[in-house]
């Protein structure tokens, strides 16, 4: 079974920062693509970034030049360093990752629960 919990959330006055992590953990045998969307409250889900296994990113309009993407694959883990932030960067943030498991030659989607970040003066 993967699983994959993220943590780092937080509330923080506009132009502070905040960093995220979100590490998997189970019967992994390898990852591929891992990246992060957002739900702003009665908004869609929308895509933030992605870095693939090998280490290309990519970005969302609005968030591209504040936000930063990267991963530790020793960790599993997927971070996402955001910078001046506003309030409209206010959301729950989802991580995701594409993990293969051992025993199998699927590769699934697999979402973390959700860490809520709040800015706000």
């Known amino acids: 079974q993967v699983q994959l919990v993220e943590s780092g959330g937080n509330l923080v006055q506009p132009g502070g920062s905040l960093r995220l992590s979100c590490a998997a953990s189970g019967s992994i045998f390898s990852i591929n693509a891992m990246g992060w969307y957002r739900q702003a409250p009665g908004k869609q889900r929308e895509w933030v970034a992605t870095i693939t296994s090998g280490d290309f990113t990519n970005y969302a309009d609005s968030v591209k030049g504040r936000f930063t993407i990267s991963r530790d694959n020793a960790k599993n883990t997927v971070y996402l360093q955001m910078n001046s932030l506003k309030p409209e960067d206010t959301a729950v943030y989802y991580c995701?990752?594409?993990?293969?498991?051992?025993?199998?030659?699927?590769?699934?989607?697999?979402w973390g629960q959700g860490t809520q970040v709040t800015v706000s003066s």
């Open positions: 995701f990752a594409n993990i293969r498991a051992w025993g199998t030659s699927v590769v699934e989607l697999h």
